[in-house]
């Protein structure tokens, strides 16, 4: 098992913030495009597309966090 000290990240800061700042767009236009669906009364079934923007904002914000 490897050493926590032996860690390295596989990103640069670029990288890093490329990714925070990505996650941080999918789940702005995710919980704009929610309250929007929510307010026009559409059905549950529209709304269960919003997943695909909130993985992608959380795997964004995640890998960001752990430089991975």
């Given amino acids: 098992m490897a050493n ?3 860690w390295v990240a ?5 990288g890093e913030r490329r990714r925070f700042w990505g996650g941080l767009i999918a ?9 929007y669906l ?3 009364g559409m059905s549950r079934w529209w709304r269960l597309l919003l997943i695909f923007p909130f993985i ?6 995640l890998q960001a ?4």
Avoid: M, P, V
């Fill in 56 to 61: 992608y904002a959380s795997f964004g914000i």
């Fill in 4 to 6: 926590t000290k032996d």
């Fill in 10 to 14: 596989n990103i640069n800061k670029q």
């Fill in 27 to 35: 789940l702005a236009f995710g919980i704009a495009a929610a309250l």
């Fill in 38 to 40: 929510a307010s026009q």
């Fill in 65 to 68: 966090r752990e430089k991975t």
